[in-house]
């Protein structure tokens, strides 16, 4: 978990586990299947990839998410989107072209 404000990273973050991040990152993140969380206040600037991504801060750049997408209401996202769920509070501001990729669904018994 990286927590604090005033917390600058420029590089590329790889992990295998769920990310909270609440200062700003420049460059690449990449958690797989897991799940990044963005707080209010957070700046990100970076191509994103993970399976569940919860933006509560300022984005600009690519954000792929696997399984859901949820933009928040204190969310400023600029960029590209690509999920197959995407959820976007009111009072949200986005300025973004979304790619929503068809998930096959399993048939219920």
Same mark, same amino acid.
């Given at each position: ?12 973050? *790889?992990?295998g586990e769920d ?19 963005l707080a209010p206040?957070? &700046?990100?600037?970076? *191509?994103?990839?993970?399976? *569940?991504?919860?933006? !509560? ?7 792929? !998410? ?7 209401? *204190? ?9 197959? &769920?995407?959820?976007? !509070? ?20």
């Amino acid at each position: 978990m990286m927590q604090g404000q005033t917390i600058v990273i420029k590089g590329e973050i *790889t992990s295998g586990e769920d990310l909270l991040i609440a200062g700003r990152v420049e460059g690449d993140i990449d958690l797989g299947g897991r799940t990044l969380t963005l707080a209010p206040g957070s &700046c990100v600037n970076a *191509t994103i990839s993970a399976g *569940t991504v919860l933006a !509560a801060g300022d984005v600009e750049g690519t954000v792929s !998410a696997s399984v859901r997408l949820e933009i928040r209401e *204190t969310a400023t996202i600029r960029g590209n989107l690509e999920s197959p &769920c995407l959820v976007i !509070a009111d009072g949200a501001q986005v300025n973004v072209s979304v790619d929503m990729p068809v998930v096959e669904r399993r048939a219920v018994a």
